[in-house]
């Protein structure tokens, strides 16, 4: 399994100091989140999202870290997860969530550690298939995930029954 780790490297991406946002992070430091780096690049201190709250939100709706909360939930684990598919958040949203306020420590590193588990548990399942294009000629390759005897994914034996035990927001 992935570590349990997020630590920040300041000034990865430059050595002169950026923008600090108001949550004390700059588009300066790289975030590694079970060993996957992430970057905030807005100057907002967000990785995922363009605004904290809802009422903040401009012409385009959905872009908050608000809005995206009131579509996950904490699972009987304790991990964070979709309501729309039940599956983990990637990272960059997960650090929103943590930043905001929404989840703890404990639930982003688990929630990530997971997620980057079943990542790797579905590369190691796919085939990869070349065929050819019969209209181009271009070859083009099909990744295609192991399903088990009843046809369900053969990586996803931790998704859950995704009835909202907790919601985020």
Same mark, same amino acid.
């Given at each position: ?39 905030? !690049? ?10 904290? #709250? +809802?009422?903040? %939100?401009? @012409? ?33 949203? !997960? ?10 420590? #404990? +639930?982003?590193? %688990?929630? @990530? ?57």
């Amino acid at each position: 399994m992935k570590k349990e780790t997020y630590k920040i490297i300041k000034n990865f991406y430059s050595n002169e100091e950026g923008k600090i946002a108001a949550n004390g992070i700059s588009s300066n430091d790289c975030h590694l989140l079970c060993d996957r780096s992430y970057r905030s !690049l807005r100057g907002n201190g967000l990785f995922a999202n363009s605004y904290l #709250k +809802q009422s903040e %939100e401009k @012409a385009w709706g959905n872009d908050s870290v608000e809005s995206s909360a009131k579509g996950a939930f904490l699972d009987y684990q304790d991990i964070v997860r979709w309501k729309s598919n039940g599956r983990i958040p990637f990272g960059d949203m !997960l650090l929103d969530f943590f930043y905001a306020g929404y989840i703890t420590k #404990k +639930q982003l590193l %688990e929630s @990530a550690a997971i997620h980057e588990r079943d990542n790797d548990d579905f590369w190691s399942t796919v085939e990869v298939k070349k065929s050819i294009c019969p209209e181009t000629g271009e070859e083009l390759f099909n990744f295609v995930p192991k399903r088990d005897e009843d046809g369900f994914l053969v990586h996803a034996e931790n998704c859950v029954d995704y009835n909202g035990f907790g919601d985020l927001a």
